[in-house]
Structure formats: structure tokens, C-alpha cells
């Protein structure tokens, strides 16, 4: 009897649901609600450079970066605080002396004082965008050169990198600056593009009006 009436209720929601409309939903995000881009100058006495960035964002002296200590004073980040994401920008004398981890049989590190060398600095800018090709879909690198006469490469990663936006500007004589677009959330192309593509303006517009001092 238990399994006659089993069958019998089987039976009637088959029937039910049958009879019924379905309608499928389709995999969304939260929408972001995006300022204008507007934008003031960065232009602090004693720095070696200049440009504009977006009225929304913030800009702090960067004492750390990750494990390190900058070596000297103008490195700093553009913060975006509703958005989430922050830009790194790190600035190096050529030719002047800096600090190297070096990695150890241990698997410690231990700080070696070297050169910044030119071509050295950009093997690096190269080789930190590269570790992102286990995860990246694709890796795109151009050169530029602005009206202000500054010029540099910009990297564009693909999938679900760490920082999808890296960039880097040199004289090639004295001064040299990367710079790097990092979000405060697990890596997800998909959910991150529309705020990717808002602050890729921003990069670009960064980079067109920058300066050496």
C-alpha cells in the first residue's frame, strides 16, 4: 500500500509539473553604479612626476609594498574606496641603489643591494605581468608614446588574473615608474569587467597627461 501511494503522489506532481510554465534565470552580478569621470591634478612638490586622476579616488604614500619596503618616498597608491580596487605605483631611480630579495635554498629570502639597472627594471615589468599566464586567457603588451613626450608600455591580461591592468613609463635615463591595478576580491573576469573597463579609462587618462617633473 506504502508504495502504491508513493507511486500515486510520484505521479500527480509528474503531472504537475508538466502543466506548469517555467522560466529559467540566467546568471547576473550586482549592478555598480559608476561616477563620471572627472578628474584633478597630483602635482606634490619634491616628486619627480605629475598627472591627473579621478576626483573619486585617493592618494596615499605607500609605506609597503606587500612584503617590502619602498626604497624611497614616491611610491604610492590611487585608491578607489567604493570600488574596491587600487593602483600601485612604484617609482625607481636609474642607477640608483635598491633592494633585492633573493631567495634562499631555505625558501627565505635574504635582501641583496643592487643597481637599478634599465633594461633590468623592464625584464622585471615583463616577468611580474608573465606570472599571471597560469590563470590568463591572453597576455597583450603595447608600446606608447604620449603628446607629453612620455613613453612606456601597457599590459592587458586576460581571465581571471590578480591584476588585469599593469603599465610601466621610463626616460630611460633617470627615471622609471610601473604601475599596477589590483581589486580587493577574488579575481573574477566576468564580475569585475564592467568596473575593469571604467577604471582602464582612468589608467589611460593617467598616462596621458603624466609628466616627469
Not at 621610463?170 to 580587493?184: C, E
Amino acid at each position: 500500500m506504502r508504495i502504491l501511494l508513493a507511486l500515486n503522489l510520484f505521479s500527480w506532481a509528474f503531472l504537475i509539473s508538466c502543466n506548469s510554465s517555467y522560466t529559467s534565470k540566467k546568471t547576473g552580478y550586482y549592478n555598480i553604479e559608476l561616477p563620471p569621470h572627472v578628474y584633478t591634478v597630483f602635482n606634490k612638490p619634491g616628486y619627480p612626476y605629475q598627472f591627473e586622476y579621478p576626483v573619486y579616488a585617493n592618494i596615499v604614500q605607500d609605506s609597503t609594498y606587500f612584503d617590502s619596503t619602498p626604497e624611497n618616498n614616491y611610491w604610492v597608491n590611487i585608491d578607489f574606496p567604493t570600488l574596491n580596487a587600487r593602483i600601485f605605483l612604484s617609482y625607481k631611480i636609474i642607477g640608483g641603489k635598491a633592494v633585492y630579495k633573493i631567495k634562499q635554498q631555505s625558501g627565505g629570502y635574504k635582501d641583496s643591494v643592487g643597481i637599478n639597472q634599465f633594461d633590468r627594471m623592464v625584464n622585471d615589468a615583463f616577468t611580474l605581468t608573465n606570472k599571471n599566464e597560469a590563470v590568463a586567457t591572453s597576455i597583450k603588451d603595447s608600446l606608447f608614446r604620449t603628446a607629453n613626450g612620455v613613453s612606456g608600455v601597457f599590459f592587458k591580461v586576460g581571465g581571471n588574473a590578480a591584476t588585469a591592468r599593469q603599465f610601466f613609463m621610463s626616460d630611460t635615463t633617470k627615471n622609471f615608474l610601473r604601475g599596477a591595478l589590483y581589486f580587493d576580491a577574488t579575481p573574477n573576469a566576468d564580475s569585475l569587467k564592467p568596473v575593469q573597463d571604467f577604471l582602464h579609462k582612468d589608467i589611460e587618462h593617467l598616462i596621458s597627461t603624466f609628466r616627469w617633473n
